[in-house]
C-alpha cells in the first residue's frame, strides 16, 4: 500500500489518493471491523486521514469495502471544522469513476474529541463489483478523497509534487536483452545462441572487458563450461541488477562460480545471499521443536559464510550416504546444530552445543532522510521570534510519520544565538506505544557533501520517541554567526538534512550476507565517460559527444527508430543536432545512461529542468518529463510561472499546467509580479488560449 501527497488549492480543498497494492492480501489478513489506514495528510491546518476497510467496517457490511475520513485533534486548532467530502474509485487514466463515488450531502461536523472521529461510508463499494470490473488492475485500485472546508481558511501555497515512476533504467535494459536489438556479439553456449552488446558486458565485466576488446575477439564467442541456464542467468543480472524468479539453489551454486569467473562481485553477494537464505529456511523448518538456542555475534562475516556453505554441502552428503545405507545411527539434531567429528556415524552429544545458530526474529531497521530548504534565511531570522519556528512536510520513515521543526532564533532564552532543530513523530501511539531509532542532522556541502552536525543516540546506541515524548531537540544545532560566515550560506538560502534510522521488529528470515547496492547506475555512468566502445557520435554546438546506439534506443523510442530503425542514420558516425545546447544534450546523456538527473544548484537545476522537458517530451522520454515537471513545481515562483506556464501548454503538461494555476490564484500578488514580466507577455502572444483559462480559474477562486 502507498499514498500521494495532498494538493491544497487556493482555498481550503485538497484530494487525497490512497492506493492499496497487493489487495488481495490485504483482504486475506484484515479482518472484518479492522482498517488500513493512510498516512495524514494537511488541508486548512488539519492532519486528516483515510481508513478504508477491505472486509466491510461491521459484519452487516462484511460484503462491501468501507472508507471513512477521520480528523486528529490539535491544541492549536481546537475549533471544529466543517467539510464537504467525496470518495471515488479512479479508473486506469486516474479519474473518479462516477458509479462508484460516494459524497456526503450537505456539511459534515467534526467536533467531538478524539483522533479517532469522523465520517464512514458504510457501503461504498461492494467487493464482487470492485473484483469484476477493469479498476482493479495488477491486485491494486485506488481512491481518492476530495475535501473542502467551509469557514475561511489563511491563504498558504504549498509544494507541489507530482508523482515521478521509479527509475526505469533495469527495465529498459531488460528488453533490450529480451529482444536482442542492435546487438554486435554472440555467444554460443549449451546449445543456445545468445545475441549481446559488446558495451554493456563490458562495462559491467573488467574479465568481459578484456576479452571482448582483445584482438582475437571474434563476432561469435563459444563457452563450452557453462550450462545455458546459467549464463542467461548471468546476462540477465548484468542487464537488470536481478536474477530470474524462477532461480533455484542449484542455479544459485553454478552462478557463484560464474560470478568469480568473470569479477561481477554483486552477483556473487545475491548468490550467497540466496543460498544462506535457503539454509535458515531449512535450518528453521528443522528446528523448530527444539530446545532455544543462543544467537551468535556476526563478526567476521566473510568467514562465517563460508563455513555456513561448506556445512551445507557437508550435509548434503551426509544425506547421500543415508540414502546408501552407509549411516548406521541418524544424527539427533542438525549438522549446523553439532560439533564436528572425525568419525561420520559417531552418535552426538546430548550436551553438545551448536557452532552456528540463525533466529527469524530479528529487528531490522528502516532509513530514510529529508531535506529542508531553508530560503530566505535572513527573512525567517527578522520575523519569527526565540521560541517560534516553522514545520516542514511530513515524511515517512519505518512506518511512521515525521517532521522537522526549525527555530532560527533558537528553541530557548538560552540558546537565542542558535538555530534550534526538533524532530517529531505525529504518529506515535496509533500503533506502538515506543519507536526506537538514529537521528543525524547535517548540513549539505556547496559540493553536496554533508558535514554531520549532530547525532543523537543514548549508550544503548538509540534514542526513543513516545507519545508523551515524541522529539528529540538540537538546540544547538548551529551557532547563527557560525552558519552565516560559512559557505552552506549561499543566496540567503541553506538546507539541512535529517538521516532517520528506525528499529523495526519483524520475523523474518535473517539475511547471512550483506548485498551491496545495484551499480548498474555506476557502471554505465563510467561507460558514457570513458568513451569506450562510443559508436555514434552527436555534434552539439561547438562540443562533440560520444555514446553508445543499443544505450539509447533502449531508452528512447525515438532513438531506437533513428539508431537502428528502417530509417536508421547507419552511415552516419557522426550526427549533428543544431536546436538543443550542449549542456543540455550533456544533461540529458547523464539521465539517460543513470536514470538521474546531473547535481546543479537552484538556479540552473530550474532553468535545465525547463529544457530538459523540451527534450524529454522531444525523445519521448517520460520519465524524464515527469522528474522535470516536477522540478519545475518545487522551483515555482514569479520569475519562471509565465514560462513554466508556456512549456506546459507546448508539452501537453496538464499537472504542471494546474500548479501554475493554483500559485497564480494564491496570491494577488504573485498574479501581479507575473503579469509584469517579458515571460507571460510572450506567453499571451504565444497561447492565447491561456487568459482565457486563468481569468476562468479566477473567477472560479473568488
Known amino acids: 500500500m502507498s499514498t500521494s ?19 488481495s492480501h490485504t483482504k486475506a489478513v ?63 487514466d486516474g479519474k473518479p469513476v462516477p458509479e ?28 464482487f463489483d470492485l473484483e469484476s470490473s477493469a479498476h482493479l488492475m495488477n491486485d491494486g485500485f485506488a481512491i481518492r478523497c476530495d475535501i473542502k472546508l467551509m469557514r475561511a481558511p489563511s491563504l498558504r501555497l504549498e509544494e507541489t509534487f507530482l508523482d515521478v515512476p521509479e527509475p526505469d533504467l533495469h527495465a529498459h535494459l531488460g528488453l533490450l536483452l529480451d529482444t536482442g536489438e542492435g546487438a554486435d556479439v554472440e555467444f554460443k553456449v549449451g546449445g543456445e545462441t545468445f545475441a549481446e552488446h559488446r558495451c554493456i558486458l563490458a562495462a559491467r565485466s573488467p574479465v568481459f572487458k578484456a576479452e571482448l576488446s582483445s584482438s582475437t575477439a571474434g563476432t561469435c564467442v563459444k563457452i ?66 527444539s530446545p532455544p538456542v543462543r544467537a551468535q555475534p556476526r563478526g567476521h562475516h566473510g568467514t562465517h559464510r563460508w563455513f555456513i556453505i561448506i556445512f551445507w554441502f557437508m550435509e548434503l552428503c551426509l544425506k547421500f550416504l543415508n540414502l546408501l545405507g552407509l549411516r548406521r545411527q541418524p544424527p539427533r539434531c542438525s549438522l549446523h546444530h553439532s560439533m564436528m567429528s572425525t568419525s561420520v556415524d559417531k552418535p552426538h552429544d546430548d550436551e553438545a552445543r551448536p557452532l552456528i545458530s540463525v533466529s527469524t526474529i530479528v529487528v531490522s531497521q528502516r532509513t530514510g532522510h529529508h531535506v529542508l530548504r531553508i530560503e530566505g534565511y535572513a527573512r525567517t531570522k527578522m520575523m519569527l521570534a526565540n521560541g517560534q519556528y516553522v514545520c516542514s512536510g511530513e515524511f515517512q520513515v519505518g512506518g511512521h510519520t515525521w517532521h522537522l521543526r526549525y527555530y532560527p532564533n533558537g528553541h530557548r532564552p538560552e540558546t537565542a544565538s542558535y538555530i534550534s532543530m526538533h524532530v517529531l513523530s505525529t504518529s506515535i501511539g496509533a500503533t506502538e506505544d515506543a519507536v526506537h531509532g538514529k537521528v543525524k542532522l547535517s548540513l549539505p556541502g556547496p559540493g553536496g557533501e554533508l558535514v554531520p552536525l549532530c547525532t543523537y543516540h543514548n549508550n544503548h546506541g538509540r534514542c526513543t520517541f513516545t507519545k508523551q515524548d515524541n522529539a528529540i531537540s538540537f538546540d544547538r544545532y ?27 521488529k519483524e520475523v523474518r528470515a535473517v539475511s547471512l550476507v550483506e548485498v551491496p547496492p545495484p551499480v548498474l547506475p555506476h557502471h554505465l555512468c563510467q561507460l558514457l565517460s570513458s568513451q569506450e566502445r562510443s559508436d555514434v557520435f552527436f555534434k552539439v554546438g561547438r562540443k562533440t559527444f560520444a555514446a553508445h546506439r543499443c544505450v539509447l534506443a533502449a531508452r528512447s523510442s525515438v532513438f531506437k527508430a533513428e539508431l537502428l530503425g528502417p530509417m536508421r542514420e547507419h552511415e552516419a558516425s557522426c550526427i549533428r543536432i543544431d536546436d538543443m545546447d550542449a549542456d543540455v544534450f550533456r544533461a540529458l546523456l547523464h539521465f539517460i545512461y543513470t536514470d538521474e538527473m546531473p547535481t546543479m544548484t537552484s538556479e540552473e537545476a530550474t532553468t535545465m529542468a525547463q529544457h530538459l522537458l523540451v527534450a524529454a517530451d522531444r525523445y519521448d522520454m517520460e520519465r524524464l518529463k515527469l522528474a522535470s515537471e516536477d522540478k519545475l513545481c518545487r522551483h515555482l515562483d514569479t520569475t519562471t510561472a509565465a514560462t513554466t506556464l508556456a512549456l506546459a501548454e507546448q508539452h501537453q503538461c496538464p499537472q504542471l499546467k494546474e500548479a501554475v494555476f493554483a500559485f497564480l490564484c494564491s496570491s494577488t500578488a504573485n498574479l501581479r509580479a507575473v503579469v509584469a514580466t517579458d515571460g507571460y507577455e510572450h506567453l499571451t502572444s504565444s497561447c492565447p488560449s491561456i487568459s482565457k483559462e486563468l481569468v476562468a480559474k479566477l473567477a472560479a477562486a473568488l
Request: hydrophobic letters at 40%.
Open 5 to 23: 501527497t495532498i494538493v491544497p488549492r487556493a482555498k481550503a480543498t485538497g484530494h487525497h489518493i490512497l492506493r492499496i497494492r497487493g489487495y
Open 478 to 504: 548551529v551557532a547563527r554567526d557560525e552558519l552565516e560566515k560559512s559557505s552552506y550560506l549561499k543566496d540567503d538560502c541553506f538546507s539541512v538534512r535529517c538521516d532517520l534510522t528506525v528499529f523495526v
Open 100 to 127: 462508484h463515488t460516494s459524497t456526503s450531502y450537505g456539511i459534515r461536523g467534526f467536533t467531538q474529541p478524539g483522533c479517532n472521529y469522523g465520517w464512514a461510508f458504510h457501503r461504498f463499494v461492494r467487493r
Open 30 to 92: 484484515v479482518a472484518t471491523g479492522e482498517h488500513v489506514v493512510s498516512c495524514g495528510f494537511r488541508v486548512n491546518g488539519r492532519t486528516w486521514r483515510i481508513k478504508c476497510y477491505p472486509n466491510g467496517s461491521t459484519m452487516e457490511h462484511a460484503d462491501w469495502i468501507s472508507v471513512a475520513l477521520i480528523v486528529e485533534p490539535e491544541a492549536a486548532a481546537a475549533a471544529p471544522v466543517n467539510p464537504w467530502f467525496s470518495f471515488s474509485i479512479l479508473d486506469v
Open 224 to 289: 563450452d563450461d557453462m550450462d545455458a541456464t546459467a549464463f542467461r542467468a548471468l546476462l540477465r543480472f548484468i542487464y537488470t541488477e536481478a536474477l530470474p524468479e524462477t532461480t533455484v539453489p542449484a542455479v544459485a551454486r553454478q552462478l557463484l562460480a560464474v560470478a568469480d569467473r568473470y569479477q561481477v562481485a554483486r552477483l556473487r553477494s545475491v548468490c550467497e545471499d540466496k543460498l544462506s537464505g535457503n539454509l535458515d529456511k531449512m535450518t528453521t523448518e528443522r528446528n523448530a521443536n
